[in-house]
């Protein structure tokens, strides 16, 4: 699917219109939810609750990437019509470092049992960092892995030929495209440890959370160009991300002392996350 996406449908650089990325968008959630329904009927309710849970979780931990990438986009200038090229490549760097942190959270957890209590306490500290952060201004202009790559590397800023790299009097320069390809990397490094240590809470099967995993990710390009426009409406979204870090956290630290069924704890996320979007429009809404 996504080498016809990008061979196919998006051979050429163009703008991505709304119609087609809700189009894409559904096409991701209905493959999604027909891999759900397979594993249903092929292995039963607890997988397929474990796979919706940790779906649920990665989709809702995706639109806090939607807003780096529209930080990214915005401070690298990048055209719309090569905004799809850059993401293309960043899922797959996304999907590779999926497979590398679970391999390893399943290792560790088999080896040290312990091990699953720390990525509680971390999901908690990086929950209330999170809502810490709240309302801070973000920039990248003096950010470390942005100054870092720019000193090092021989830039161009010219992008109109839409490549991560050209030839100027024979010498070869990275465009601003290579630069934010690279720090969306290294930002899905972050992401994807929040996302895989919360996904060990609802599910010990690697195949289970690798796939969930991925039927989340592969509709990030698609759901980036939906929300693209809205991300200022989406303020209060951030306290919903933080409660649910925190949630799933402690739920791993006490697991032990109140073992929580997983739909209590899978509508509790839900709600959650449906709540702070909800009010996030209702209190952004034009002439609030």
């Not at 960092?129 to 470390?144: A, F, P, W």
């Not at 790299?165 to 630069?179: C, E």
């Not at 899905?188 to 969930?212: E, G, K, L, N, Q």
């Not at 200022?232 to 949630?247: A, T």
């Amino acid at each position: 699917m996504l080498a016809l996406d990008l061979g196919v449908f998006h051979r050429k650089a163009h703008e991505v219109s709304l119609r087609e990325a809700w189009t894409w968008t559904f096409v991701w959630i209905a493959i999604a939810v027909a891999f759900g329904g397979w594993l249903y009927f092929d292995q039963g309710s607890a997988a397929a609750v474990e796979y919706t849970s940790v779906y649920f979780i990665e989709k809702a931990l995706a639109i806090d990437n939607v807003f780096v990438f529209s930080l990214v986009f915005a401070y690298f200038a990048i055209p719309l019509k090569y905004q799809h090229k850059v993401l293309f490549w960043g899922i797959l760097g996304a999907i590779f470092f999926r497979v590398i942190f679970i391999v390893a959270g399943v290792s560790l957890l088999e080896n040290f049992a312990w091990v699953y209590y720390i990525f509680g306490a971390f999901l908690v500290y990086t929950g209330w960092m999170m809502y810490k952060n709240i309302g801070q201004e973000t920039s990248l202009e003096e950010n470390k892995t942005i100054r870092w790559l720019e000193k090092r590397l021989p830039i161009t800023q010219d992008i109109s030929s839409g490549k991560f790299a050209k030839r100027i009097d024979g010498k070869l320069f990275f465009t601003p495209l290579l630069i934010a390809l690279l720090f969306i990397e290294v930002s899905d490094i972050v992401f994807a440890v929040d996302s895989v240590a919360a996904s060990f809470a609802y599910s010990r099967d690697p195949f289970i959370i690798f796939y969930a995993n991925i039927m989340a990710i592969l509709g990030l390009r698609s759901l980036y160009f939906v929300l693209a426009n809205l991300i200022d409406r989406f303020y209060y979204l951030k306290h919903g991300l933080s409660f649910m870090l925190v949630f799933i956290g402690a739920k791993m630290i006490l697991g032990d002392v109140y073992k929580m069924p997983i739909w209590m704890s899978l509508g509790t996320i839900v709600l959650v996350i449906l709540i702070s979007v909800f009010y996030s429009f209702y209190k952004t809404k034009p002439g609030k």
